[in-house]
């Protein structure tokens, strides 16, 4: 009885599997990343194909294939079709044949061949077919954040920058599946019903956030800065794709489609440091330099014409102190830059202070006789009556008796064509009317005293 039981049995599942079979998958949701495919069968009063097994495709079944989807055929594990174009995909070299597929003498030889295997198994199919539907779309919506900084190299050619910051980035990426062969492989193989991207997702995100600090230094050399990354996705994306491809695309057939960047923020320490640095490289321009110069000299004039507590005229005595310790002189730079200086409309008066305007000192070089060239105080060599560079006058030969004002105005009579000081007798010697201090070279006092901050003038002679 077992051995008639089994072989009604093996008939049985054989003539219920020679039923074309017609195989889809609904519409894939954004988180399911596969799914196995679902047999069409109508209602039972309806349909016929009702007793076949659920893991058997019969010869001659049809596959439909929706655009963004890959469609698998698995026979005993291994896979034996593929097809990722859009449309029908009949499948038509299965091992288990159909009376209602091809040649029908052919095919009646064969199933009685299969019902004689399937005999041997007690009447039950010893194979394992099933279709699977990948994912082919982009799956987007990923999001990432750094929780530590990440390491970023700052490179700037223009003021000869290289160093190493620490920044932090959040934003979302997005990936596809490249290759569902390994995908499936070495993923997601022989899944009972579907496998969803909450599965990988937590892997993916920390194997990119561990590819970011290759990648930023990938970026780094092409001379992006980090603050312009928002402006480079595509940049980020290849970088990323060249660090990862060893696990995702030759691993998981995984590749990242687009990288987008929300925000970017370095230290608060890094970024002062890099704004310090990019200011001082910009006073290498003497130009720059020289503005800069005159705006600081702008600010401290009013500063001390402000200054309440120890009076005006004392911040500007220390203001003179300061000028006299020595500096860069911002007519200089603006010759240094080939730019035209700017006379100031408060120059320093002639005992050392400021607050009235004065007209421009004569130059104190001696002009050179040799060839016609003359030498100007700017620096620069002229051949005709006024500088090419800073447009003053060529001065005049200073005669056997003439004498320099404490000024600087080289002078020919008693008085002082610039301030109107008279010419001193001999040499002169001063002395501070105010506290008595006595400088060392009594012939050439500094403009203030050290001690009350008086100025000198004609008032000191001695």
Known sequence: ?????AIANAAGSVLGDQWREYF??????????????????????????TKGESNIISNGSIVAVNEGQCMLIVEQGKIVEVCAEPGEFVYDTSTEPSIFYGNLGENIKKTFQNIGKRFTFGGDAAKDQRVYFFNTKEIIGNKYGTQNPVPFRVVDQNIGLDVDISIRCNGEYSYKIVDPLLFYTNVCGNVSDEFTRDKIDSQLKTELLTALQPAFAKISEMGIRYSALPGHTMEMADALNSVLSGKWSNLRGIAIVSFGVNTVKASEEDEQMIKEL??????????????????AQADAMRAAASNTATGPMMAFGAMNMANAAGGMNANTLFGMGGGQPQQNAYNQAPNGGFGQPAAPAQPAMQPQ???????????????GNFCTVCGAKKPEPVSPDGWTCSCGTVNKGKFCMNCGAKKPAGVPQYKCDKCGWEPEDKAHPPKFCPECGDPFDDGDLV
Request: glycine share 10%.
């Open 369 to 383: 006789s040799a060839g016609g060239t003359w030498t100007c105080s700017c620096g620069a060599n002229a051949t």
């Open 1 to 5: 009885m077992g051995l008639i039981k």
């Open 24 to 49: 889809y998958c609904d519409s894939l949701e954004a988180n399911v990343l596969m799914k196995k495919g679902q047999v069409r069968t109508s209602d039972k009063r309806r349909s016929s194909n």
């Open 278 to 295: 990019q200011r001082t490289a910009v006073m290498r321009n003497p130009n720059m330099a020289a503005a800069t110069l005159v705006g």
